[in-house]
C-alpha cells in the first residue's frame, strides 16, 4: 500500500495539481484584496453602505432588543440572524474570481496560439490551403484529388478547376 500511495503521490498530474493548489491559494490572496480593498469600497459608494458584513435581518429576537449596529454585537446578543451581506461579498468576489481567471486562461491560449501558427500576424499572407472537401462525402481531400478516396467518387471538373486556381 505504501508503494502504490508513492507511486500515485509521484505521478506527474498529482504534482501538477499541488503546484496550482498553492499557486491558487496564493491568487486567492491578491483577489481578496482586489474585492475587499478595491472594489467592495467602490460598491459601497453606489449602495451607500459602507460594510457589507453588517447587512443582516434578525430572524428570531425573543427579547425584543434593539436591533445592533454591527453582526458582532448580534451574535454576542445570542440573535438569531441571516447574514446577506457577506453571501453579497462572496458573490461579488467570486465573480471578479472568474472574470480574473478567464481573463489569464483567454490571454494563455491566444499566446499558445500564436506560438502554434494558429493565429497569423500582421502582415502575414494568409496560408495557402491544401484540402478541400469532397462535395459528396463532405470529407478532407487533397486539393489536387480527381478522386475522393473516402467515397471513390470522381470529382466534377468545377473541383479541380477551383482546385488549379
Do not use: Q, W
Amino acid at each position: 500500500m505504501i508503494k502504490e500511495f508513492k507511486k500515485f503521490i509521484t505521478r506527474g498530474n498529482m504534482i501538477d495539481l499541488a503546484v496550482g493548489m498553492i499557486i491558487g491559494a496564493a491568487f486567492n490572496s491578491i483577489v481578496t484584496s482586489l474585492v475587499n480593498d478595491v472594489f467592495m469600497p467602490v460598491i459601497s459608494l453606489i449602495v451607500g453602505d459602507t460594510d457589507f458584513s453588517n447587512m443582516y435581518v434578525i430572524l428570531s429576537n425573543p427579547d425584543n432588543v434593539a436591533k445592533p449596529a454591527t453582526l458582532a454585537e448580534a451574535k454576542e446578543l445570542g440573535l438569531s440572524t441571516l447574514n446577506y451581506g457577506n453571501f453579497i461579498t462572496a458573490v461579488i468576489h467570486f465573480l471578479i474570481m472568474a472574470i480574473v481567471v478567464f481573463l489569464i486562461v483567454k490571454t494563455i491560449n491566444k499566446m499558445n496560439d500564436i506560438s502554434k501558427g494558429l493565429i497569423k500576424k500582421k502582415g502575414e499572407p494568409a496560408p495557402v490551403p491544401t484540402t478541400k472537401k469532397c462535395p459528396y462525402c463532405l470529407s478532407e481531400i487533397p486539393i489536387k484529388a480527381t478522386r475522393c478516396p473516402h467515397c471513390t467518387s470522381e470529382l466534377p471538373e468545377e473541383a479541380e478547376t477551383e482546385a488549379k486556381a
